[in-house]
């Protein structure tokens, strides 16, 4: 067991030795900003509420160290729920639910970037393959990425056994995230709207899920000196190898004095922590698995602001 003010203490020391302008940031560099990055299957919401959310369970972590978060700290939330909900609805990306009620047809290279997304995080949380078996039943297809029915049943044996995500959560989750990686067009706009919300002032970053993958992407590739002393990343697939192996060369933003990567070991999306094994950077990612997010599927972004380590670090930083 990780002991908690350690680890709290661990990140002051971090941030501290590393401030220098190696990574682009004047000394000291002591942000009065905070980036919030949100995920998927935030379309339709108010994003001054979402923020709002966001900032409660900070506060509730920031409370568990008997701390208050900073007032003179400003907090941004680029909001790109909506413009990726019109994408999704361009696109017209099939599930395999929608192949089996609807008919429709078959991307055969989403199917394969699901099945291989599947088959990792099935690995990853323990599910056999006699539980995905049974999940497929007696159906006499061969079993393979390019057969949807067997896509399928890798999904439903997630939803049975890994932990609380469902299936439908599971495929959309999949489909967002590669229309994302695969689409310049999306990516472009997805990045100009969180691009927008950083400058050469200091900053702390907080990417969730999905809005780990586009604050990586966004940190790595922008063209400006940009200033992040602390890069957040909580419930984050990029340990993933078919999400990983889109975004290589694979390197360090070079923008963070120090990057911190949050996850629940229940948290099916999260499974993999961002070592030398499955994200290999330098300087190495900090890894911390012991939050035990409350949410009902172990991956909502209110299980992790609230932890008090993950709190710890952001207020070490500010």
């Avoid at 019109?86 to 991307?107: H, I, K």
């Avoid at 992407?217 to 002393?229: E, F, K």
Wanted: charged letters at 20%.
């Amino acid at each position: 067991m990780i002991d908690r003010r350690a680890f709290i203490a661990a990140a002051a020391a971090t941030l501290l030795a590393a401030r220098p302008s190696a990574f682009g940031c004047p000394t000291p560099a002591v942000p009065k900003r905070v980036v919030f990055v949100h995920g998927r299957g935030q379309g339709g919401f108010d994003p001054v509420a979402l923020k709002a959310a966001w900032m409660e369970a900070l506060q509730r972590g920031c409370q568990a160290l008997g701390r208050s978060f900073p007032g003179d700290v400003e907090v941004a939330f680029p909001y790109y729920g909506d413009t990726l909900d019109e994408f999704v609805r361009q696109a017209a990306v099939p599930l395999t639910a929608d192949v089996q009620s609807r008919g429709a047809a078959v991307n055969s290279d989403f199917l394969a970037f699901e099945a291989d997304l599947a088959e990792e995080l099935r690995q990853g949380a323990g599910i056999t393959d006699a539980q995905v078996d049974e999940a497929y039943g007696d159906n006499p297809k061969a079993k393979g990425p390019q057969n949807w029915e067997w896509v399928q049943a890798l999904l439903r044996a997630l939803d049975q056994h890994g932990g609380g995500i469902s299936q439908k959560s599971i495929e959309t989750f999949t489909r967002d995230v590669y229309l994302y990686l695969t689409s310049d067009r999306v990516r472009t706009e997805i990045d100009r709207i969180v691009a927008a919300q950083l400058s050469t002032e200091p900053a702390v970053v907080v990417g969730h899920s999905l809005g780990s993958v586009v604050s990586y992407h966004v940190l790595r590739t922008d063209p400006r000196a940009l200033c992040v002393p602390l890069y957040v990343t909580v419930g984050s697939p990029l340990g993933v190898r078919s999400i990983r192996k889109r975004l290589r060369p694979l390197r360090h933003p070079g923008r963070g004095s120090a990057w911190f990567n949050a996850f629940d070991e229940r948290d099916v999306v999260a499974l993999y922590p961002l070592d030398q094994r499955n994200f290999p950077v330098s300087p190495a990612v900090v890894n911390y698995g012991n939050v035990k997010n409350h949410t009902d599927n172990r991956h909502g972004i209110a299980g992790y602001l609230d932890d008090g380590v993950v709190a710890g670090w952001v207020l070490g930083a500010l």
